[in-house]
């Protein structure tokens, strides 16, 4: 039959159900610029307001991945995808660790937006590292290492790349059905055997209440199982930045620490409860607690580091201004507002604005003291890095309001909420 974009417009528009065929018919006609951005964003905020039935996601996540290639490894492999969040360096250490215990890791990442940080920006502050690898050398380095964290490679979901760009700047991204089709098209066409999603919840996630994650984990998972991919969610606390470290290199310099035994408690605990879920996804028994204490998972790290031109031993880039918060009075730290602390690092320079932005790889907060810990007049609460002054104001103004001291300690919430299993 053939289709046009107004008629798809329109039946989204009006409230009317897509169907196979015209969902398959758009979304290869936008990728192959048949189909105009100024049509495509109509259709997406036609979306946005009339939402689409699960049938309706799940063939739109097919015309997705349709619309470029599906990879396959040559070893069994698992991967992990975080919707993202402040201090979330996780991916850094937990890919290392899962290959350590046995199951190859193809992680193809992305970039940073807005406040929450991405991971390749965090890898590119390791002077020589490098984030763009074609399939082979991908392939090669599955077999050599376990490990690689890089850049999706060109063919992977083309439709969602574009379509992605355009919700950016139209205001459509913040709708389940979109964002659940261009993760899990992103993450089913990367090709690992099983996949554990980790949904965020609280102020510097993008799901702000638990209602609404719960829906985009529910919605992954289904999407997930119905195209035959073993799928587990997690959802978990992001109203506190995780662990100390909020930025770029200093995120790979906790990673590091956590690698090599030490680092805050809770980074240990998701990296540790992410490998768990996802080797026992793989089928593969191990501890990875142990293998983390063994330091076998940061020999895995520093080979994969190595293997894309990168250091691991090089120092990490420092900035050129320091600025401390200091307590203003004694108590306990009661909160500590994890979208403040992510604007805070942002305007410092660590994330950017536009997607052709480039970002400081010293830039970051550092937080001397986490909720529940004690503190004292003066001492350093937080830390601002960055390598442009001026940006230090507008870091303060995004951190006023986002911490609190009492004289008694605050009860914190859970690190991991719920778990929603395919
Ligand atoms: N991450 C994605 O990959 N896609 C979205 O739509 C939102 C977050």
């Known amino acids: 039959m053939n289709h046009t974009a107004v008629d798809v417009i329109r039946t989204k528009r009006d409230g009317g159900v897509l169907t196979d065929d015209q969902i398959d018919w758009v979304i290869s006609a936008y990728t192959r610029g048949d189909v105009a951005d100024e049509q495509m964003s109509a259709l997406a905020m036609a979306v946005f307001l009339n939402g689409m039935t699960f049938a309706e996601t799940s063939r739109w996540t097919q015309a997705m991945i349709d619309s470029g290639e599906r990879l396959s490894w040559p070893v069994p492999t698992v991967d992990n995808h975080s919707t993202g969040g402040v201090g979330d360096k996780i991916t850094l250490p937990l890919a290392p660790l899962v290959a350590a215990c046995g199951v190859a890791v193809p992680q193809l990442s992305g970039r940073g937006l807005g406040h929450t940080g991405g991971t390749l920006d965090k890898l590119e502050s390791i002077p020589g590292w490098r ?3 074609t399939s082979a050398e991908i392939r090669a ?3 050599s290492v376990g490990a690689v964290v890089c850049a999706p490679t060109d063919g992977l979901a083309p439709a969602d790349r574009k379509l992605y760009a355009l919700r950016d700047v139209t205001a459509t991204v913040e709708c389940v059905p979109l964002i659940a089709s261009s993760i899990m098209s992103k993450k089913i066409a990367e090709g690992a055997g099983a996949l554990v999603l980790d949904v965020k919840v609280g102020s510097g996630a993008f799901m702000k209440s638990l209602s609404d994650a719960r829906s985009l984990a529910s919605a992954l998972v289904a999407i997930g199982t119905a195209h035959g991919q073993k799928v587990t969610a997690l959802l978990t606390d992001m109203s506190v930045p995780l662990g100390r470290a909020v930025g770029n290199a200093v995120e790979v310099a906790e990673a590091v620490e956590v690698l090599k035994g030490g680092g805050p408690a809770d980074v240990i605990a998701l990296t540790v409860a992410l490998a768990t ?7 593969m ?8 204490a063994s330091g076998e998972a940061y020999e895995t790290w520093a080979r994969m580091i190595a293997a894309q031109g990168g250091d691991p031993a090089a120092e990490l880039p420092r900035p050129r201004h320091v600025h401390v918060v200091e307590a203003p009075r004694d108590g306990f730290l009661s909160r500590l507002d994890a979208l403040g602390v992510g604007v805070a690092a942002w305007r410092l320079g660590a994330g950017r ?3 052709e932005d480039p970002v400081q790889a010293a830039a970051g907060v550092v ?16 830390e601002l ?17 986002a911490y609190e001291i009492t004289d008694e300690p605050a009860a914190g919430n859970p690190l991991i909420i719920e778990t929603i299993r395919g």
């Open 131 to 133: 984030a763009s690898l």
């Open 285 to 292: 028994p191990a501890d990875p607690a142990a293998v983390l």
């Open 385 to 401: 890095h960055t390598d442009t002054p001026d940006a230090v104001a507008g870091a303060l103004a995004a951190l006023a309001g």
């Open 353 to 355: 604005a536009r997607k």
């Open 277 to 283: 879920e996802m080797l026992s996804l793989a089928g």
């Open 367 to 382: 937080c001397h003291v986490k909720p529940g810990e004690a503190v004292v007049t003066g001492a350093p609460l937080l």
């Open 141 to 143: 380095q599955l077999e």
